[in-house]
């Protein structure tokens, strides 16, 4: 017997299951850096640069382990047909990895093995509080998925924030009312900066073969500071809980302007590359609650999306998988502007948002979410071109959390399948919720016409055309109530203003 073990670019976990015991004399590990597999998506540069400079540190890490690894740089195939080289030539008998994030990865595996009629070992990945089977468990029989149910059991499951009896602490699952507020007027005053890493020697190696190989791919590298190691992204998670936990709940939906981070933890990049466990951030976030007494609002704002939002989509992503990347319920054709790859759009809410994306390969959730997501529902972009552009352009995208994010959660491409509204705001909401609109050509309040905001217009428009179904949800009613206030004449107003926008997005 002969095993190879593949170690994906991210599942960099010095402990995984799969690395354990190996015997140097039969099993090898392969780690592979395939070009294809950065350019199979247009992505960011400072994405490609922390997927191989954690790539790269990590084999560090198993070389002085002393474990056998072969580690391709560089390999022109995908992923499969680099395993097709290997495989023969080594003649192994035996494929075993975690379970890829992605679902093409994994069919690619699957066809791999059994092209060569290798025996394959694909684990549960141990970083998930929920395995793929409990979810289907979880599924099964019930008309509406919502993440709301799941979260309660989550916690119940796995005793967090629950007494001895199942109940929440505080009295209440769920503390959003608490949250979301705006910054003050005056602005979001002093907030601690994040932990952020200098590129040592093996980053500004990578930093510069992106540089020369991708060079027109989107994005600046001129601020890469991203965590590519497990040390530093311990240190991030010390940093955030030390410093800007205490305040994260309370303003987790503001924007303002150049500021591009908030009080957020930016550890989703870590934990998706497995550099952190969630189990490992919420025990953090769990024991500061308890030692600093900070407000449980906070702290549930906070675990609600790792162990709620972050596992609930991954189960998704897995069940619908591959129907949930074709989905289109409103069957938007538009094509996405060409200023989503600059950042050169009139309208200041996505020039912030899209602009520091660009930067960093951040934005925070109501950036994606209620900013550039709402934004591309409501100009009916086809949601492929909308899924591919969040794919591309965020350091933490993997497919597993970006597509049901975006297509489930932002474009309601899956219909009501496990949201149960589609997530549309005005221009009223990003004024309420931001300073952007005060130096935006557009009026926030204006619906059409000279200085007419494009966010609004576009909402009611899209109220207009779907009115059916939002009256016909107790969820969304009210949003209709507030369209039957307004005058034919100026429905129809509304309505020939948001066709002549439709029909030229770029020019916004
Ligand atoms: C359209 C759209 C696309 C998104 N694409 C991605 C993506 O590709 N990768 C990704 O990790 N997240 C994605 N998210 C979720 C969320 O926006 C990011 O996880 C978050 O902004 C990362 O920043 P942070 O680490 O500072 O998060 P924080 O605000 O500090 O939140 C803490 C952690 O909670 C988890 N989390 C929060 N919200 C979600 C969510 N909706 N789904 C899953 N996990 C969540 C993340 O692991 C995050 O690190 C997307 C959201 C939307 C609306
Ligand atoms: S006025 Fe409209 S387009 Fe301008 S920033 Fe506000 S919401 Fe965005």
């Keep these: 017997m002969k095993k190879l073990v593949l170690i994906l670019g991210d599942q960099l976990d010095i402990d995984s299951p799969i690395l354990k015991n190996l015997n140097p004399k039969t099993e090898q590990v392969v780690m592979i850096e395939s070009i294809d597999e950065a350019q199979y998506v247009w992505s960011h540069k400072a994405k490609i640069v922390l997927f191989l400079s954690a790539m790269r540190h990590f084999a560090e890490q198993l070389e002085e382990r002393g474990l ?3 580690y391709i740089k560089q390999s ?10 290997l495989i023969p030539k080594k003649q192994f008998t035996h494929l075993v990895c975690l379970e890829p994030g992605e679902y093409r ?26 395995s793929r089977h409990e979810f289907e468990n979880w599924v099964a029989g019930k008309k509406e998925l919502r993440l709301e149910y799941f979260y309660r059991l989550m916690r119940k ?18 503390f959003d009312r608490d949250n979301r507020k705006p910054f003050p007027k005056k602005g979001p005053g002093l907030i601690p ?20 190989k991708f060079p027109k791919h989107p994005g600046s590298l001129e601020h890469f500071q991203w965590p590519v190691t497990r040390a530093q992204a311990l240190q991030a998670l010390k940093g955030f809980v030390e410093h800007r936990l205490v305040t994260f709940g309370i303003h987790e939906d503001a924007m303002w302007t150049d500021t591009p981070f908030g009080w957020h933890s930016l550890l989703s990049s870590s934990m998706n590359l497995k550099l952190l466990n969630p189990r490992e951030v919420i025990a953090a976030v769990l024991k500061a609650w308890k030692k600093d007494d900070l407000d449980l609002a906070t702290l549930e704002g906070f675990i609600r999306q790792i162990l709620g939002w972050r596992e609930f989509v991954r189960g998704m992503y897995y069940l619908d998988m591959p129907q949930m990347a074709l989905d289109n319920f409103y069957d938007h054709q538009n094509a996405l502007p060409s200023w989503y790859w600059t950042g050169n759009a009139k309208m200041k809410c996505m020039q912030q948002a899209i602009g520091q994306t660009l930067e960093y390969g951040y934005a925070h959730h109501i950036q994606r979410l209620m900013v550039t997501g709402n934004f591309a529902l409501l100009a009916e972009i086809l949601p492929k071109e909308v899924c591919d552009w969040y ?51 557009y009026k926030p309040d204006v619906r059409f016409g000279e200085g007419a905001c494009p966010m609004t217009t576009l909402y009611w428009n899209f109220l207009i055309k779907h009115r059916t179904q939002f009256e016909a949800s107790p969820r969304t009613r009210l949003m209709t109530a507030n369209l039957s206030r307004i005058s034919d004449t100026d429905q129809q107003a509304i309505v020939l203003h948001a066709k002549g926008l439709l029909a030229d997005l770029s020019s916004l």
């Excluded at 022109?76 to 080289?85: A, E, H, V, Y």
């Excluded at 967090?160 to 009896?165: F, G």
Aim: aromatic share 10%.
């Design 68 to 70: 056998p690894l072969i």
């Design 76 to 85: 022109p195939q995908s992923i499969g047909d680099t395993l097709r080289d």
């Design 105 to 130: 990865l994994k069919c690619e595996i699957e066809n791999v093995a059994s092209e060569f009629s290798i025996d394959l070992e694909m684990q549960e990945d141990p970083h998930f509080y929920c």
């Design 157 to 174: 499951t796995h005793n967090i924030l629950v007494d001895k009896e199942g109940n929440p602490e505080g009295g209440q699952w769920n």
């Design 193 to 212: 900066p994040p932990e952020l890493f200098e590129p040592d020697d093996i980053t500004q190696e990578v930093i510069a073969l992106v540089e020369k």
């Design 391 to 441: 794919l591309a352009v965020y350091v933490d995208a993997i497919e597993w959390v970006e597509l049901p994010n975006t297509a489930g959660m932002a474009l309601f491409a899956s219909g009501g399948r496990f949201t149960s509204k589609p997530y549309i705001a005005s221009g009223a909401y990003i004024k309420r919720m931001s300073n952007y609109c005060g130096s935006c050509q």
